[in-house]
């Protein structure tokens, strides 16, 4: 068991991937002339973003999978996309205030995009606490799944009113995202290289799962044999 | 099926008459809520009409989760849950059963907190009366389509009532800021065609959460 | 009339049930006996739709059920929890499950069946009031009130008092009579060998011992479950 080669050849791929994105975004992307080099964290904040609602997916199909063939395999994935999910939700929260405070003077906008962002961090946590609350793995994999597929369902519909909430309550700050030809490049870099980091982190993850499903069947036969 | 759909809701409404336990501590609850609001809004009492909807909202939704903790719990005493799994119904008809029950409770909660919400804070409302019952009514229902299904969630675990919470209030955000938005409508700008657009959002909340809870709810309740 | 072959039912790292086979008959009586933790919940509770195996295969023949909802109409569960609304009168309580039942009923019918239990006069009465061994009555009639073909008893006899097991004892040998196929857990050997056609005992998850009482005499099985018991 182990690293298998796909593994390690995804592993050196992410590296490469992670060291070319920091190169784009730092050095090669041109300087954008009102927020000056501070908007370069755009390049990680937004990638970050996208995978995060990839992961959200990934947790439901995982989720239906698992609820349809009942095979752990699937709760396993469904458990590591959504901490890997997390993780980059987090991302995305901590970047945002880190450019918001000082180009608006705020830590925070309850603009869309941010506060859909918290909302979705927030199903994320619910997921992997409902998960942590259930002693039973086969149950605590169909409970969960069918909260994840709530959350999923849900995420649209809050993007969506919360959209409708600030166009009645307009704020002051308007959220720039615009980007320039020039930029291209270094955002679909990074997000390529997230993408890839993404993958790699939900394998290894997985990996460490099905370990653990694996020690609980020995676990069994152990008991078994008593 | 409509027919076991109410005798499930019928029999929740008849042991909640009994002892009247959920009801009695969502409305004290509801109306601590509104103590607590008006201390807290001290600063802006000029302006506490505007803050109203949220307020309300706000007393709705923890009272309402209250009665669906015990809309499960009723079922552990005795293992009452096992006596309804042995029948044989669809699973989601429990669901559509328990989900009518707490929406009754909740509305019978939101009347009594508004009465009190009326006086409170000093305010007159007659002809929007009408117009509140149905945002009260839809939000409820939106409220208690997802409610229902993640109460059933969180009685599968540790935690239970402790849990409810954490895992539904960010579901139902999107139910809370209609909500809140349509009762704001009402009271404060009375421009009722502006209702539309949050009542619909809030239909189509309740429709596809209620489908989608029909379907999952034996994976929740299997062992 | 119930095929179970080679049962597993896990709990984590727990197995409750290894591999379970065994065949009982349509009308057969069968008395599951075994330790505590030895499987005889779970297994009931398999055969009641309650819990899913993990693997192996259950299946109820003639009548074949077309769908597991329909499997459950078939049979009626009793563990020693009541599954009784403690608030609700014992009238009330049946008449709930009758309506889920779909069962015609009339209150008329229900009073019956309360009579029947033995608890005449007193169906209006909330059953928080009731005994333990009165409450135990009424769950039977609730367990049973849709007539079912299969009869699943969990250690119905925990709690009963002497008038409690003389009912019970004589409402099983009823249901023997009517042809039922009843599998009853208990700890109570020469009841349960009173009662059976076959002794099943399972331990650690498999079933260990299956014989049928005219293979045996009381004394014997008495002695050779003795003896697995010691073997563990």
Redesign the interface.
């Known amino acids: 068991m182990g690293k298998s080669r796909f593994d390690n050849v995804l592993g050196i791929l992410v590296l490469v991937g992670v060291i070319v994105a920091l190169y784009m975004a730092f050095l090669q992307a041109p300087r954008e002339k009102t927020m000056g080099d501070l908007q370069r964290i755009f390049y990680f904040h937004v990638p970050a973003g996208m995978v995060g609602l990839v992961a959200l997916a990934v947790n439901f199909l995982a989720s239906v999978m698992y609820l349809a063939r009942k095979n752990r395999w699937w709760d396993s994935l469904a458990l590591s996309a959504a901490e890997i999910g997390v993780m980059f939700m987090t991302i995305v929260l901590v970047t945002g205030p880190i450019w918001a405070k000082p180009v608006w003077l705020v830590w925070w906008t309850w603009s869309p995009r941010l506060t859909s962002s918290l909302l979705l961090w927030m199903l994320y946590v619910a997921y992997l606490l409902v998960r942590n609350y259930v002693p039973d793995p086969d149950r605590r994999a169909a409970t969960s799944a069918v909260f994840g597929i709530v959350a999923f369902i849900d995420a649209p519909i809050v993007w969506f009113s919360i959209r409708w909430w600030r166009d009645l309550h307009p704020s002051p700050m308007i959220e720039t995202g615009g980007l320039s030809a020039a930029m291209r490049p270094a955002f679909w870099t990074c997000g390529a290289a997230f993408f890839l980091l993404f993958i790699y982190l939900v394998r290894r993850r997985l990996f460490l799962e099905t370990a653990r499903h694996d020690v609980e069947m020995l676990g069994r036969h152990v008991e078994m044999l008593r | 099926m409509l027919a076991k759909i109410w005798a499930i809701f019928r029999k929740d409404m008849l042991v909640e008459l009994r002892t009247k336990d959920s009801l009695n501590a969502m409305l004290f609850f509801g109306i601590v809520v509104l103590v607590i609001f008006n201390f807290a809004l001290e600063p802006v009492r000029e302006s506490i009409r505007a803050a109203v909807p949220g307020v309300l909202w706000v007393a709705f939704v923890f009272s309402g989760t209250l009665g669906l903790n015990r809309m499960f719990a009723v079922e552990r005493e005795n293992s009452c849950l096992q006596g309804l799994l042995m029948v044989p119904i669809d699973r989601g008809i429990l669901y559509l059963g328990k989900m009518l029950a707490a929406s009754v409770f909740m509305l019978i909660t939101e009347a009594v907190v508004f009465v009190f919400c009326l006086v409170f804070f000093n305010l007159t409302v007659w002809k929007e009366i009408p117009w509140l019952a149905l945002v009260f009514l839809v939000g409820t229902l939106g409220f208690t389509s997802v409610g229902t299904l993640l109460a059933a969630v969180a009685a599968n675990t540790r935690m239970r009532e402790v849990l409810l919470p954490l895992i539904l209030f960010p579901v139902v955000l999107p139910i809370i800021v209609n909500a809140v938005e349509a009762t704001g409508i009402v009271l404060n700008t009375v421009d009722y065609g502006a209702l539309r657009l949050p009542l619909t959002f809030m239909s189509v909340f309740t429709i596809v959460f209620a489908t989608v809870a029909y379907l999952l709810f034996d994976f929740v309740l299997e062992d | 009339m119930i095929e179970a072959q080679g049962l597993a039912k896990?709990?984590?790292?727990?197995?409750a049930l290894?591999s379970l086979t065994v065949s009982i008959g349509k009308g057969e009586f069968i008395s599951l006996f075994g330790r505590n933790g030895a499987g005889k919940t779970t297994f009931l509770?398999i055969v009641?739709?309650?819990?899913?195996p993990?693997s192996g295969v259950l299946k109820i023949l003639n009548p074949q059920p077309q769908s597991p909802?329909?499997?459950?109409?078939l049979?009626?569960?009793l563990?020693h929890?009541?599954?009784?609304?403690?608030?609700?009168t014992a009238l009330?309580n049946l008449r709930?499950?009758g309506?889920?039942?779909?069962l015609p009923h009339q209150d008329s019918e229900l009073e019956r069946e309360i009579e029947r239990v033995g608890l005449a006069g007193r169906g209006q009465e909330?059953v928080r009031n009731y005994s333990r061994g009165m409450q135990q009555r009424l769950a039977i009639a609730?367990?049973f009130l849709h007539d079912p073909l299969i009869l699943l008893l969990d250690e119905p006899f925990t709690g009963l008092d002497q008038a409690g097991t003389e009912f019970l004892r004589g409402y099983l040998a009823g249901a023997r009579r009517d042809g039922k196929t009843c599998i009853m857990a208990t700890h109570d050997v020469p009841l349960g060998y009173e009662l059976a056609d076959r002794m099943v005992v399972i331990e650690?998850?498999v079933v260990a011992l299956d014989l049928s009482k005219s293979s045996v005499s009381l004394d014997e099985f008495q002695s050779r479950y003795g003896d697995l018991a010691k073997e563990s």
């Open positions: 896990y709990f984590g790292r727990f197995t290894r509770r009641a739709g309650l819990s899913r993990s909802q329909a499997a459950r109409g049979m009626g569960y563990s929890n009541t599954a009784l609304y403690l608030d609700l009330e709930f499950y309506e889920l039942h779909g909330p609730r367990a650690k998850g």
